[in-house]
């Protein structure tokens, strides 16, 4: 289809109308032509993705990265100008609370720009293929599983992660060694993924393979997966370091690689500032930390707080978590490994109530019932770090019907070149 860009849709992609069927267009910004490929459609409306760039819109600025002549899969809005990018987040932050939380008469303040608009992110994960023959290690085309891009010099990565994407292709290249194929499930490399501490200069690399035989590979770690699946996680064995450590906020973590870490270190910390302005701590509350990770925001929180209670899914980043506290010497931190679903009752019976509950859920937000779990924790504050607006609305409508005030919430730029939106958002309960 030809098809004229009319507006932003939530989620990043174009949208052109046609007599009231709506088309939402991956690749493709306000004010372009392009030719699209219809993937999916419905009655009302289809999903495509851009083949081609008839004209560019008035607004569009030239693309930064791009691999090989495709556009970065990584940066889908690195055409709209920084600006631009900014305002259409403030938006949808502010539309998702209206529209899909009902929610009204809290204060939007200014979005906190981002420190560095490109090269930020401390975590890739690059994907192995084939062309003619020739090893690729990069990102799967937009919208595409079985093509690969080969990324020579990603500008969301820093330089040495470049360097290490690109030395492990040489190997691989020098090796012989083919790409895992989903299609028929032969082959052997399926994905790397570089992470870095971007203040300690230390770089870890993982390389995952099906179960077949190879070479000791020049990574940190190496994860086999057998069969098919997307997934990157899997038995690891540790070839080099195994911790990669990161400093934050004044504090110095240690990181599992199966735990969760900020993909962006120098917003993380601005992230944390204001959570930290919103949790007005004055050295004595009891502070909740849900989906805590290795601990960054509540241990970033503890010296101005009585006591930190973290709860996190993932037992190697509780391990974690525990270790930070020991290495940065806090000991007003516990932290509890499992589903907060089940552990936020039991913990509020051994710690009792807290006085502010920080929380910040994965995309998906809370479920229900995990709202109704953290209204009967009964804290005058909720500091709510949300990843995503659509579902920070119903968990703040829910929380709002239960008797709190949403009364601030600010939009925080983490990804430039992209839709992903963070915001913090605070409520309060009614003194
Ligand atoms: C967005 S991360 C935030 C981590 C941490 N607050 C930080 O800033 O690094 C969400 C965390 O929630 C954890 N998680 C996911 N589902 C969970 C659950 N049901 N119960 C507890 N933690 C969960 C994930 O493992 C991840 O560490």
């Known amino acids: 289809m030809t098809l004229e860009i009319e507006s932003l849709a939530y989620g990043g992609r174009g949208v052109a109308r046609d007599e009231g069927f709506v088309v939402f ?52 809005w690195q055409g709209l100008a920084y600006e631009q990018q900014l305002h259409h987040k403030s938006e949808q932050v502010m539309d998702s609370l209206r529209r899909l939380g009902g929610l009204t008469g809290f204060e939007l303040d200014p979005i906190e720009p981002a420190v560095e608009q490109w090269r930020y992110r401390n975590k890739l ?15 799967h085309a937009r919208g595409r599983w079985d093509e690969v891009v080969d990324a020579k010099d990603c500008m969301l990565a820093s330089e040495a992660n470049n360097h290490a994407r690109n030395a492990v292709r040489a190997w691989a290249h020098d090796q012989g060694l083919p790409a895992y194929d989903p299609a028929d499930g032969r082959g052997v490399l ?55 450590e990161e400093e934050l906020c004044g504090l110095r973590f240690a990181i599992s690689h199966r735990a969760f870490f900020q993909t962006n270190t120098a ?108 209204i009967e924790c009964d804290a005058p504050r909720i500091v709510y770090v949300s990843c995503n607006p659509t579902t920070l609305a119903p968990n703040a409508a829910q929380l709002v019907e239960a008797g709190y005030g949403l009364t601030r919430v600010k939009p925080v730029d983490m990804f430039p070149q992209t839709p992903h939106i963070e915001c913090v958002a605070l409520l309060e309960k009614a003194p």
């Not at 699209?36 to 419905?42: F, G, L, Q």
């Not at 994960?125 to 990102?139: H, Q, T």
Request: glycine share 12%; with cysteine; hydrophobic share 40%.
């Open 25 to 76: 267009v991956a690749g493709a910004l306000p004010g372009d032509r392009v030719r699209a490929e219809v993937t999916k459609s419905k009655r009302n409306h289809a999903e495509a993705r851009t083949v081609e760039l008839i004209e560019a819109g008035p607004d569009r600025i030239p693309d930064r990265c791009d691999h090989g002549g495709e556009p970065c899969p990584g940066a889908p």
């Open 190 to 244: 399926r994905n790397l993924v570089v992470r870095e501490g971007a203040r300690t200069g230390q770089l870890q690399t993982r390389l995952v393979t099906s179960a077949a035989e190879i070479p000791k590979p020049p990574v940190d770690l190496h994860t086999i997966i057998e069969g098919p699946g997307g997934s990157t996680d899997g038995p690891t064995g540790v070839l080099g370091a195994e911790l990669l």
């Open 125 to 139: 994960e690059y994907s192995f293929g084939e062309r003619d023959g020739e090893i690729m290690l990069g990102f």
């Open 267 to 374: 917003m993380a910390e601005r992230l944390y500032a204001i959570a930290a302005e919103f949790a007005s701590l004055s050295g004595s509350e009891r502070v909740f930390d849900l989906f805590c990770g290795i601990g960054t925001l509540g241990l970033s929180l503890a010296g101005d707080a009585g006591e930190v209670w973290g709860v996190e899914l993932v037992g190697e980043a509780v391990g974690d978590a525990e270790e930070n506290a020991r290495r940065n010497e806090i000991d007003n931190a516990h932290f509890i490994a499992g589903d907060a679903r089940k552990e936020i009752a039991p913990m509020l019976a051994e710690a009792g109530p807290p006085d502010v509950v920080v929380l910040d859920p994965p995309r998906a937000g809370l479920s229900k019932k995990v709202v109704r779990r953290v």
